[in-house]
């Protein structure tokens, strides 16, 4: 893929994280009031309107969060002002009322109310005397699920789409954690197969057909997706350490997936050049000398397969040697120095 059309795919995407559901919308820790009204504001605009976000996080709105212009045959444009209320409690009468004043300022035809909640009597009573529509919490989860319906037409017609959804599997992760896990996979990531990928997405969709996984992210979602068309399992076990591949996945479509993988990948090791192939014959006969002086196991030095990524990406000083996927960072400081001379010294002889 030429650079241009892979910086227009990146551009396409949203840069917002969907709720899977209701629930995942009201309880992680993603979203708050202003990441509500950004939701409101995609999901409007997936539908093809003109949308304004009037006000600001922090700052005030003026009645209205939404501005929705819908053209007209008979042109001009139905002018929509929405008040998003990311509530757990009832929504009482000022909001109604602060919604009401911005009709005239704001040159509004109709006035919304969306809450995650509901209204109080007197609210409600305001709101339809007023002619408010009122959207409440099972109104909000009925416009998750026309998103979801969105991303499921995106990956049958196209294999991808310009919709992510939260990884619901990270809600508990701190960011700690979570910015050490990522920068690991990131560098799998960047080493993906890009033909892979490709026929995982068709694959995807097929899966997500047979065992009645919808929508499509189900099955794994596009990140998933591109760890496993970097890592290459051929195993249950390599598989299985695949972030969003857990076990349930692993007993409905595990063997398939590996079977598909090895049918249409070339194995790892058969990319590597006749030197990088010397370079990892020549690691993993060093490994035991390894292991040995400093008192660990063989696996405990590294395995097979990061013995691969070190052939592959030569690092020849600590700080490179951190970037190796899986590469223990406690043997950085252990046998580190000593691992990249030998190395420097094999890549010029």
């Not at 396409?12 to 950004?38: H, T």
């Not at 051929?234 to 857990?246: A, D, Q």
Request: net charge positive; glycine share 4%.
């Amino acid at each position: 893929m030429s650079l241009l059309k892979s910086l227009m795919r990146q551009m396409e995407k949203i840069d917002f994280l969907f709720p899977n559901n209701f629930k995942e919308l009201m309880e992680n820790e993603y979203y708050d009031y202003d990441k509500f009204e950004w939701f409101l504001y995609y999901v409007f605009k997936l539908e093809g309107c003109k949308v304004e976000k009037v006000g600001k996080k922090g700052k005030g709105d003026g009645g209205a969060d939404l501005i929705i212009n819908i053209p007209q045959e008979a042109g001009g444009f139905q002018r929509i002002g929405i008040q998003a209320k990311y509530w757990k409690n009832k929504v009482g009468t000022q909001p109604i009322n602060q919604l009401a004043s911005a009709r005239a300022r704001l040159s509004l035809s109709d006035l919304w109310i969306i809450t995650t909640s509901d209204l109080t009597s007197d609210a409600k009573e305001i709101a339809e005397s007023m002619d408010i529509k009122i959207l409440r919490g099972d109104d909000v989860a009925v416009l998750i699920e026309s998103v979801k319906k969105r991303y499921n037409e995106d990956i049958d017609k196209n294999g991808e789409s310009s919709i992510e959804f939260i990884k619901s599997t990270e809600v508990k992760i701190t960011k700690q954690k979570k910015s050490k896990a990522n920068k690991e996979d990131n560098i799998a990531i960047d080493k993906r197969d890009e033909e892979l990928e490709k026929k995982l997405r068709a694959l995807r969709v097929e899966l997500s057909k047979k065992h009645n996984l919808y929508p499509t992210y189900n099955v794994f979602n596009n990140e998933t997706l591109q760890l496993i068309a970097s890592k290459k399992p051929i195993t249950i076990e390599e598989l299985s350490k695949i972030k969003g591949i857990g076990k349930k996945k692993i007993e409905t479509f595990g063997n398939e997936l590996i079977e598909f993988i090895k049918n249409n990948s070339t194995p790892y090791d058969k990319q590597l050049e006749n030197a990088e192939e010397d370079l990892l014959q020549f690691l993993i006969s060093e490994r035991a000398k390894i292991a040995k002086y400093n008192n660990l196991s063989e696996e405990e030095v590294y395995s097979d397969k990061i013995a691969e990524y070190l052939a592959k990406m030569k690092p020849t000083d600590k700080k490179s040697l951190e970037k190796i996927y899986g590469f223990k960072k406690e043997n950085i400081e252990i046998f580190g120095d000593y691992l990249t001379k030998i190395i420097s010294r094999k890549i010029k002889h």
